[in-house]
């Protein structure tokens, strides 16, 4: 199975994707991030014993898991970004900031480059490879080849659902 594909991106250059290593991209990303964990209550029993209970629908325990789904993924796509683009170099004379930093400032006064050598080529990965809807469709298509999935099967599997179906059963 292939490592990496070779991509043309729109403006004529050739882009290579590699396949990240995934599963351990996730687990180094959960072991700093650790999932958060319901709460449980421990009650007496009418005989005395005692019964723990998970707290699974619990609103600030739903509050933090819905925010470690936000960070880890962000963590994860990151992480993954850098390994799939790990021979891009951005341009010396490329600048986020002259690229995208008004129009991103304008919705998030906050915003602000990306600190480091991997910050900065993390942004040159999220705005210039990214950013192209077209090279992000070759993208998933190459990650999905690469991951050994083929498509005419995914989608031949696809068509032989039902649509939706209105109406009584039988």
Not at 19 to 35: F, Y
Not at 55 to 73: M, N, S, V
Request: charged share 30%; aromatic share 8%; no cysteine.
């Amino acid at each position: 199975m292939a490592q990496y594909k070779d991509l043309q991106h729109p403006d004529g250059r050739t882009v290579r994707v590699y396949r990240p290593p995934t599963r351990r991209i996730i687990a180094l990303v959960e072991g700093k991030h650790p999932r958060p964990q319901p709460p449980v209550i421990t009650e007496k029993t009418v005989t005395g014993k005692e019964a723990s209970m998970r707290i699974d629908d619990d609103p600030a325990y739903l509050a933090r898991l819905a925010e470690w789904e936000a960070l880890t993924a962000e963590k994860i796509d990151q992480m993954g970004s850098l390994f799939m683009f790990k021979d891009e170099v951005p341009p010396d004379d490329w600048d986020v900031e002259a690229e995208v930093g008004a129009e991103v400032r304008f919705f998030d006064p906050e915003w602000a480059p990306r600190e480091g050598p991997m910050g900065r080529k993390l942004d040159y990965i999220e705005w210039n490879i990214l950013g192209d809807i077209v090279m992000s469709q070759q993208i998933t298509n190459a990650l999905a080849e690469l991951s050994g999935i083929d498509l005419a099967e995914v989608l031949a599997n696809e068509a032989s659902f039902r649509g939706e179906v209105e109406g009584e059963a039988d």
